[in-house]
């Protein structure tokens, strides 16, 4: 695959193939190019029904300049240590924060996640993101609050009273079980239709229909989850001289 920045010509194969309505994937291949590459462009860049080729070259370009004026800035603690390459880890956040957006989380939030994500202390304070994703607090602020909402982060105060952010290592679990639960709410406010619409009626019928797939996939949701980190929790038991003796159960 063909490396280095995409060239305006690239650019606009990007419009164009997003006009025909082809998948970030197609467009790829058709310039040798990766499909990350395709999709961090549109999405860095207004998205597939607002991408400009002409737009999305100067911004890049204005992006380059700013870059050879500014010291690299600082990214604090949460891409240090472990021999990292600075570059490759901005690159994977940048990746992640993508993936984030294309599944319903806006800008900023995927932005604060990642961030957290990628912090081995799991934690960061706001004078933290702010510095390290160049923008302002009250930003910072809206996503965190937007993340506590949704079962992703808790807050807690440190040492030194200020205010810390927290991912927990089973996040994903809190996440599901989360959503698991606001999928309930959707099978309960469904139910309550089919009686004020008529049991009788299309309507209550299509309602009824979506309470039952609602109420299935809560409950199999929060099954699944809890069986999981059973599994994921689970060490495996060592034997009393302190490791494991598999021929221990053999005659």
Not at 179 to 188: D, L, Y
Request: aromatic share 6%; hydrophobic share 35%.
């Amino acid at each position: 695959m063909s490396g280095g920045r995409l060239t305006q010509q690239e650019r606009q194969q990007i419009a164009l193939g997003l006009a025909d309505g082809l998948a970030y994937a197609e467009i790829a291949r058709r310039l040798d190019r990766p499909t990350s590459t395709i999709t961090r462009e549109v999405m860095r860049n207004g998205g597939p029904t607002a991408y400009r080729a002409d737009l999305a070259h100067r911004a890049t370009e204005r992006r380059t300049h700013r870059r050879k004026r500014t010291p690299p800035r600082e990214q604090g603690a949460l891409a240090q240590g472990f021999g990292r390459d600075d570059e490759a880890v901005r690159e994977y956040e940048e990746a992640f924060t993508t993936l984030l957006m294309q599944q319903g989380l806006p800008k900023m939030t995927a932005r604060v996640l990642t961030c957290l994500f990628v912090a081995d202390a799991g934690s960061v304070t706001a004078s933290e993101l702010v510095q390290h994703l160049q923008v302002s607090p009250a930003s910072v602020s809206k996503a965190i609050a937007f993340l506590e909402d949704q079962g992703l982060i808790r807050r807690e105060r440190d040492e030194r009273r200020r205010e810390r952010y927290f991912v927990d290592d089973d996040v994903w679990y809190q996440s599901t079980i989360a959503s698991a639960r606001g999928t309930a709410q959707v099978a309960e406010i469904a139910r309550q239709g089919v009686s004020v619409l008529g049991r009788d009626s299309p309507a209550a019928a299509r309602l009824e229909n979506i309470a039952r797939f609602s109420e299935f996939m809560s409950e199999s949701m929060l099954r699944a989850a809890e069986q999981v980190r059973e599994v994921l929790h689970t060490k495996p038991e060592a034997s009393s001289g302190g490791t494991a003796n598999p021929s221990s159960d053999r005659g």
